[in-house]
DNA sequence: GTGAAAGCGCTAACAC
DNA sequence: GTGTTAGCGCTTTCAC
């Protein structure tokens, strides 16, 4: 080691003198000497020796489907900076929607001994997140979790945020309101499409034919759910979507057919991506906040990671807030 | 090694048999014993361990200024794809537009062993660039470049665009068009705005007071710039704002004040954001192709890294293309 | 409080 | 074509 040289000492001595939790074991003297010697030579640790001594990379990995999805930047930047607040790097991982990929990605990431990894990609059953949580991987689940949930979660209160939806549309009037239903292999699309559920029933709504599942979280899916509603001849005055972009397809669709929102019915969205108060009409939705969820879901590995036993907090739900825009009126 | 116990081998031969550049130096045979053992053990190398040995950690940093500007998002997606293809795992670093925090962040990365580069926060004077360069850390600048051009680049035809624009208006008929210019701190805000100034004189257009100048590539700086340009009485019927989130700034402030947009000034954006084509009127705007800018910026750096030589190419500049929608017509 | 020695898992140089 | 040896840079026993 360079600075011991320079200082005059071991290296393991330099080693436990420039180590804040092994600095106790050498003489304040000596410490300083080191210290100062490692400044004079803009001394930087090699992590990747180090890891390989201690296997401990200081390496965080986030697995996301895609990032020009806007919900996950936002998911992004609070993992990120609470990471690297905390001396952590932060592995990015875009997996493409593609199962495939991600187990090589997965895989390549733990032979670079990265020590624990955030997912934001969970399908209901996913027998991936299955492995890792049985050979004990530090792993947190972030927006969407698996149906086995040993491992930890922090999402949002969906739930809640569905209620507020179907309560504001039926609180304008609205009584036929249907439910553009995330797919049933997502956490979010069975617990958001179970709230609309709980929430119809409550005011004592008509349920029959009133959910259409949507394949995928896209633009495309949306406008098909609604070519689906319109098809069906199921009458509607307003559409509780199931996140941001399904209704976003649906008012392009149902646009097409003539159909005018707020004019013809009201739509809600879920998440309020960016931009979504720019639209004409802007977007009625429910404020996910994201940023604090990446932020807890890294506070929640750091957890696990440090206490090399098990993981805090088993689940997390933070609240959400419905704001009103355009997109919703009365009936 | 467990594998060369488990194929009865030396953990050398099994390291030659497993690495592809040093398989031709193994009989087939023993290649066969070797892999299958692997196999059959589930082996994954320890990259840590090789990347000491062999000071290549196959990990390939770039550095953001914002993963929530919708900017980025494409660029990082189009860097990912390629470099998880060529085995590269990709360290995302948000910088949150902070120098002092890209300082750091940079050092630990390099800490790390990573590979190399690629760089979306350059400054037009960037020391910690002219650093890298300096020692010859392959890096490479996507979307913004330094003033000492030493580092290849990828970047768009901002001087098309911004032709383009001017361009577009002036045969609508606009005669008095300003440039909300981006920061001269950022090499598009600078060769944006001498484009602008270069296609005003190729139109014989008026110059006097066109370009202000904004702090940022904010909406907010873009709403402080046309409250300069009302505020100065500087006559003007079409804006050519450096982005697109200037362009949104811009717009909001004027409406406030009563201007609408086609119909009191026509306003072009640039890099055609996610959901540009949602607003109304939707925005005219210039579509530069950032996934692809991403892909060839990490194509150039796997390009510098195997070569264990010089970069290849100096500078890249893909194509853009002007797409009109509502925020301009007629005078 | 500090030094000595060993080793994390791998691969490059050198033997044979 | 394969085994031997050494060492990447660090940390962690174990002595003293």
């Given at each position: 080691m360079e600075v011991a040289r320079e200082a005059g000492v071991h290296p393991a001595t330099a080693s436990r003198a420039l180590n804040p939790s092994a600095r106790g074991e050498v003489s304040p003297r000596t410490v300083?000497?080191?210290?100062?010697?490692?400044e004079r030579l803009g001394y930087v640790p090699n992590t990747l020796a180090r890891g390989l001594r201690t296997s401990r990379s200081f390496v965080?990995?986030?697995?996301i489907p895609d990032?020009?999805?806007?919900?996950?930047?936002?998911?992004?930047?609070?993992?990120?900076?609470v990471l690297s607040a905390a001396g952590f790097t932060l592995v990015l991982t875009d997996?493409?929607?593609?199962?495939?990929?991600?187990?090589?990605?997965?895989?390549?990431?733990?032979?670079?001994?990265v020590d624990g990894f955030i997912i934001a990609t969970a399908r209901w059953q996913d027998s991936l997140l299955d492995e890792l949580a049985a050979d004990g991987t530090p792993t947190v689940l972030v927006n969407r979790r698996t149906a086995k949930s040993d491992l930890p979660f922090v999402g949002a209160e969906d739930q809640d945020g569905?209620?507020?939806?179907?309560?504001?549309?039926?609180?304008?009037?609205?009584?036929?309101?249907?439910h553009l239903a995330g797919p049933s292999d997502t956490s979010t699309g069975r617990e958001r499409s179970s709230a609309f559920r709980a929430a119809m029933r409550m005011r004592q709504l008509p349920l029959r034919s009133a959910i259409l599942e949507?394949?995928?979280?896209?633009?495309?899916?949306?406008?098909?759910?609604?070519?689906?509603?319109?098809?069906?001849?199921?009458?509607?005055?307003?559409?509780?979507?199931?996140?941001?972009?399904?209704?976003?397809?649906?008012?392009?669709?149902?646009?097409?057919?003539?159909?005018?929102?707020?004019?013809?019915?009201?739509?809600?969205?879920?998440?309020?991506?960016?931009f979504m108060s720019k639209l004409t009409p802007a977007l009625t939705t429910v404020r996910v906040p994201l940023a604090e969820?990446?932020?807890?879901?890294?506070?929640?590995?750091?957890?696990?990671?440090?206490?090399?036993?098990?993981p805090t907090s088993l689940r997390v739900l933070l609240p959400v807030e419905l704001i009103i825009r355009g997109t919703t009126s009365p009936h």
């Open positions: 300083r000497r080191v210290v100062q010697a490692a965080a990995a986030l697995v990032i020009t999805n806007s919900l996950f930047p936002p998911i992004v930047r609070g993992a990120e900076q997996t493409n929607n593609d199962p495939d990929s991600e187990r090589g990605q997965i895989a390549s990431m733990r032979a670079h001994g569905v209620r507020l939806c179907v309560d504001h549309l039926a609180d304008l009037g609205h009584r036929n309101i249907v949507c394949a995928s979280y896209s633009e495309a899916a949306g406008a098909a759910g609604a070519a689906r509603l319109r098809a069906s001849g199921r009458p509607f005055s307003a559409i509780v979507a199931a996140n941001d972009l399904l209704a976003l397809g649906a008012m392009e669709q149902l646009a097409g057919s003539g159909l005018q929102c707020p004019r013809d019915y009201s739509i809600t969205g879920f998440n309020d991506l960016s969820m990446g932020a807890h879901a890294a506070r929640t590995l750091l957890g696990w990671i440090g206490s090399d036993g098990n």
